[in-house]
Nanobody, 127 residues
């Protein structure tokens, strides 16, 4: 059994930064790609960013291009989401995902075979 554990959420003022981390626990885990989504109450889950397991390719959602950066540390088996210039509308629960999907398909919110999702971490940006 694999669990994805997110950390790094919290409260921050507008214009500030946070870095989210995601690490798998349990058995050996090597999906094609890992990434981040977020969800606001009453809204659909929104794709933010994804990175291939090798770290060689990345993809970003339009809402965060230029402000958020995804990266991974293979030695620590951890994926990060660096979030800069945060805005109140970035307030949401942020989820880490490991998926056996190519990057061009990663943004789909439909569940796919081999998906693993974390429990989410709350990010609150005050104005």
């Amino acid at each position: 059994q694999v669990q994805l554990v997110e950390s790094g959420g919290g409260f921050v003022q507008a214009g500030g930064s946070l870095r989210l981390s995601c690490a798998p626990s349990g058995r050996t885990f090597a999906p094609y790609a890992m990434g981040w989504f977020r969800q606001c109450p009453g809204k659909e889950r929104d794709f933010l960013a994804a990175i291939t397991w090798s770290g060689s390719s990345t993809l970003y959602g339009d809402s965060v291009k230029g402000r958020f950066t995804i990266s991974r540390d293979n030695a620590k088996n951890t994926v990060y989401l660096q979030m800069n210039s945060l805005k109140p509308e970035d307030t949401a629960v942020y989820y880490c995902a490991g998926r056996d999907l190519k990057l061009r398909s990663f943004s789909t919110i439909d569940l796919a075979p081999g998906d693993y999702w974390g429990q989410g971490t709350q990010v609150t940006v005050s104005s």
